[in-house]
């Protein structure tokens, strides 16, 4: 038995879940990976991208033998307690690879003072900015060498051009002087020929120097980059990797996501608040489900119960020969005028009828104005982007 944790990984397809159990703050065992349904290229390199629960990212470097991922974890990545989520990124050329997510389940540590706090960690990413400036320091070292080889043959040069000026005074001396002098004209012509071959091969040798620290500067230049082309890359598939298609980003600036992570955005929501889906309630049991209003015009069900009593009749309330009278009272929202409350009528028993108007009541109640009223929440604006590609 060896000591470290082994699973198998499927990229053709989704399969059963991948699922690693680890103890928060542990570092000690290593994971490997085993890809069964593809062949890694040569030369591929292969990292770690993990979101923690909070939010936080680890993005490591791996060793990669064969078809196998070797993974020495970090105290940071396995800093906090819960479920979290990982994906092997494979990188060869161009061509990238990503996995199936892996599920991470961390378990609380209950020993005293072993908790570390928790931060993001992006060791591929420091890795390939030191690979570009080591790269960046090469080249220009390798041009300060160009560069001084150069000056030194344009010195060189020089030397040889003044020599050569000097032999052609020479010559012109010794051709003026008579006699036997021609035999040191000719001397000196030699010399002055010599000379100039030296000043030539010079002249060549400056200009295969320089073209030598032009082509030097091309080659690091190129290469760097490159460098820094893949790391833009890399980092756009971090950008990626945190919002997959479907995923909403929000911002007080109105800058289209596409311009930090790439894919493609629209804008989403526009006017409305974002609630979670809940399937035990019918208003909000599916994703992308829409409902409510600004303003709410109550109806009589939704008034606040609202009670009054109104009591009307006639009764003795006079002499015997005026014995009768009409009454009436009010309460809650109901009310009487005191002037009609108490009517006196003629004696009944010799009145043939009741006067016009006796005994006769009306009432009228009014509550409201029939107008909507404000029925949103406090709130803020924000712009709102989702993922669809």
Do not use: C
């Not at 399937?279 to 709410?296: C, I, L, Y």
């Amino acid at each position: 038995m060896t000591d470290e944790i082994v699973r198998d990984i499927f990229v053709r397809n989704r399969g059963l879940p991948v699922q690693i159990d680890y103890v928060q703050g542990t570092n000690a065992v290593p994971l490997k990976f085993q890809l069964r349904d593809y062949t890694v290229p040569t030369g591929a390199t292969v990292r770690l991208y993990i979101k923690k629960t909070s939010g936080k990212e680890v993005y490591n470097n791996a060793s990669l033998v064969d078809n196998t991922a070797t993974i020495q974890p970090t105290t940071q990545m396995f800093a906090e307690v819960g479920e979290q989520e990982g994906q092997l990124q494979l990188t060869s050329g161009q061509k990238i690879l990503v996995t199936f997510p892996i599920l991470f389940r961390v378990e609380r540590n209950l020993i005293s003072g072993s908790a570390v706090e928790s931060t993001d960690e992006y060791g591929a990413l420091v890795k390939l900015i030191g690979d570009a400036e080591k790269a960046v320091e090469s080249a220009n070292g390798a041009a300060g060498k160009a560069n001084t080889a150069a000056g030194k043959a344009e010195e060189a040069a020089g030397t040889a051009g003044t020599a050569g000026t000097k032999a052609e005074k020479a010559a012109e001396a010794a051709n003026t002087a008579a006699g036997d002098a021609n035999s040191a004209a000719a001397t000196a012509n030699n010399a002055a020929t010599a000379a100039n071959q030296s000043k030539t091969n010079a002249d060549a040798a400056a200009t295969r120097a320089n073209a030598a620290a032009e082509n030097v500067e091309s080659l690091e230049v190129t290469d760097l980059v490159n460098r820094i082309k893949g790391m833009e890359e890399q980092m756009e598939q971090v950008g990626l990797l945190m919002y997959p298609i479907g995923s909403i980003y929000e911002s007080t600036v109105n800058t289209n996501p596409q311009e930090y992570f790439g894919g493609t955005w629209e804008a989403f929501g526009a006017g409305r608040t974002t609630v979670g889906v809940d399937a035990g309630q019918t208003e909000f049991d599916q994703v992308k489900k829409t409902g409510g209003s600004k303003t709410q015009t109550l109806t009589q069900a939704q008034l606040p119960k609202i009670t009054g009593r109104v009591e009307a009749g006639s009764g003795n309330k006079g002499t015997e020969s005026r014995g009768y009278g009409a009454f009436r009272t009010a309460s809650g929202v109901f009310s009487v005028n005191s002037d009609d409350y108490q009517y006196s009528m003629p004696n009944r028993e010799n009145a043939t009828s009741w006067p016009s108007g006796y005994g006769k009541y009306s009432f009228e109640m009014s509550v409201g104005g029939d107008q909507p009223h404000n029925n949103m929440p406090p709130y803020i604006t924000v712009y709102r982007w989702v993922r669809i590609a």
